[in-house]
Structures are given as structure tokens and as C-alpha cells.
């Protein structure tokens, strides 16, 4: 069984700009959560999204936002980037939520210059 | 609202048992652990839930006092594989299906 599958794994991107990253989850898992680590916070929760809704949000700003498609498929997009959203991003897959076992991909690894 | 994990690092010799723990400010309705090992993704080890207990792996164990709203994760007869940073998440009482907040994380290195 394929785990979760996370694209790109290292991004560069200069402040301003946007970006996209896309999580693919472990097939039959409905369930997608967005976490962004950094050495001096650790792993914030970020998102999760069930059936192509968003049930829950972490405290970041709204340029932070995402989506689920009908394949359970997500995305990620932080627009105007700043150099504090220099992280690894992490998807984790669950079949229906956070009180069952998470599982996560390799990540993204975003560098803003 | 950030479970705090206690000790922030540990150093064992193979073999040796440790205790991690993680406490809540807030009532819970489950608490995860996993582990992170040095540029790979997090593994999930074991859920606990309100009224339960779930063992995920052979000689790490954990428990979940819900009055106290701590959990405590064992590790017995170490050995080089477990080392790594250990996490536990939970989840509030008040909101079952909701976000998982992960502690600080607790540097476990196992020595020769």
C-alpha cells in the first residue's frame, strides 16, 4: 500500500511570492491535515480537511488556505510569502479524523530567501 | 493549550528503560505518540483513547490517567532504533473531532 505522497520535497522561493504544495493520501483515507514544523515551534496544526471540507483551522493567517479534491487529494497554498513561513510542511492521512492514527509524508521542505 | 512533554532530552544506553511524559491543561478525549527520526517523516506508535488504551509496538507502552490529563510513554530494553524525537498529540474532550496539537517533543538518544 502506497504511503503519503508529498510533491514538491524542496522548494525555494523569495519573499512575496505564492506557492502550492499537494498531498496525496493513502488510498481510502478521507482524511487530511496540514502541519508546519519549524525547530523553535515544532509541529503546528495548520488545517484538516474531511470529503473536500475543511473541518478544523490552526491559528495562521488567512494567507494560509487550502483544499481537498473528491479524490481526497489536497493542496496547500500560502500567498505573500514571508521569510518566517520558511518550514518543513507536513500532510498527514487518516481514514476519518484526528482520533485515529496518522499518517504522514516525507513533507515539504520550503526555504524563503 | 500546548501539551507539555517532560524531559525535553534524554541520553540511555542500549537496554536501558526510559519514561516520557506529556501533560494537558484541558480535559482530553485522546492522546497520540509518534516518533521522528532525523530528516524522515513522523510514525505514528500508539493512540489512547478516553476509557482506553491502545499498545501499538512491542516494548513501548503507554498510559493515559484521565483525571490528571497526562499520558506517559514507556520505553523498555532500548535499543539503537528507538532513538529519535517523540511527540504526543491530543485532542480536547470538548471538541472529539477536532484538532490534534502536538507537544514540543522529547530528543531520545540511544548509546552503545
Known amino acids: 500500500k502506497a504511503g503519503v505522497t508529498q510533491t514538491p520535497r524542496y522548494l525555494i522561493k523569495t519573499r512575496g511570492q505564492q506557492v502550492t504544495l499537494s498531498c496525496s493520501p493513502i488510498?481510502?483515507?478521507?482524511?487530511v491535515s496540514w502541519y508546519q514544523q519549524t525547530p523553535g515551534q515544532g509541529l503546528q496544526f495548520l488545517f484538516e480537511y474531511f470529503s473536500e471540507t475543511q473541518r478544523n483551522k490552526g491559528n495562521f493567517p488567512g494567507r494560509f488556505s487550502g483544499r481537498q479534491f473528491s479524490n481526497s487529494r489536497s493542496e496547500m497554498n500560502v500567498s505573500t510569502l514571508e521569510l518566517g513561513d520558511s518550514a518543513l510542511y507536513l500532510c498527514?492521512?487518516?481514514?476519518?479524523?484526528?482520533?485515529?492514527?496518522?499518517?504522514f509524508g516525507d513533507g515539504t521542505r520550503l526555504s524563503i530567501l | 493549550q500546548q501539551p507539555v512533554q517532560s524531559p525535553q532530552a534524554v541520553i540511555l544506553r542500549e537496554g536501558e528503560d526510559a519514561v516520557i511524559n506529556c501533560s494537558s491543561s484541558?480535559?482530553?478525549?485522546?492522546v497520540h505518540w509518534y516518533r521522528q527520526k532525523h530528516g524522515e517523516a513522523p510514525v505514528f506508535l500508539m493512540i489512547?483513547?478516553?476509557?482506553?488504551e491502545q499498545k501499538g509496538h512491542e516494548k513501548i507502552s503507554a498510559s493515559f490517567n484521565e483525571k490528571k490529563q497526562q499520558s506517559s510513554l514507556y520505553l523498555t530494553a532500548s535499543q539503537l532504533s528507538y532513538s529519535g524525537t517523540y511527540f504526543c498529540?491530543?485532542?480536547?474532550?470538548?471538541?472529539?473531532?477536532?484538532?490534534?496539537?502536538f507537544g514540543q517533543g522529547t530528543e531520545l538518544s540511544v548509546k552503545p
Open positions: 498529540g491530543t485532542v480536547p474532550l470538548k471538541n472529539q473531532g477536532g484538532k490534534l496539537i
Open positions: 489512547l483513547l478516553k476509557g482506553g
Open positions: 484541558k480535559a482530553l478525549y485522546s
Open positions: 498527514a492521512s487518516s481514514l476519518s479524523g484526528v482520533n485515529q492514527p496518522q499518517h
Open positions: 488510498s481510502g483515507h478521507r482524511s
